[in-house]
């Protein structure tokens, strides 16, 4: 079993900045990707962004790359999501999730086993 809470949600004005952070414990995690994803109200879930937890591959949708960054710190077990110049598109519950890294990397919600319960991001215009 993995589990991951997540962190660092709120609200914020559009052009700010915000960190989440995903706090995993349970097996190793060295064979497995963390992604981020969100979902906004009346939409479906989407990809954000993936880290691999082993040689640290990031992967960003369209939409954040340039202004999401992704990272992992190995000693605290922790994988960060600092969100800039952030817009009213990006208010949504985002939450954080894992997936065996054998399975190749995907943006389908569907490829990850273990989630957090989610973190709600409101940027206000």
């Known amino acids: 079993q993995v589990q991951l809470v997540e962190s660092g949600g709120g609200l914020v004005q559009a052009g700010g900045s915000l960190r989440l952070s995903c706090a995993a414990s349970?097996?190793?995690?060295?064979?497995?990707?963390i992604g981020w994803l969100r979902q906004a109200p009346g939409k479906e879930r989407e990809f954000v962004a993936a880290i691999s937890w082993s040689g640290g591959t990031t992967y960003y949708a369209d939409s954040v790359k340039g202004r999401f960054t992704i990272s992992g710190d190995n000693a605290k077990n922790t994988v960060y999501l600092q969100m800039n110049k952030l817009t009213p598109e990006d208010t949504a519950v985002y939450y954080c999730?894992?997936?065996?890294?054998?399975?190749?990397?995907?943006?389908?919600?569907?490829?990850?086993?273990?989630w957090g319960q989610g973190t709600q991001v409101t940027v206000s215009s």
């Open positions: 999730a894992a997936t065996p890294i054998m399975r190749g990397f995907s943006v389908n919600s569907d490829r990850y086993d273990y």
């Open positions: 349970g097996r190793t995690f060295s064979s497995y990707r």
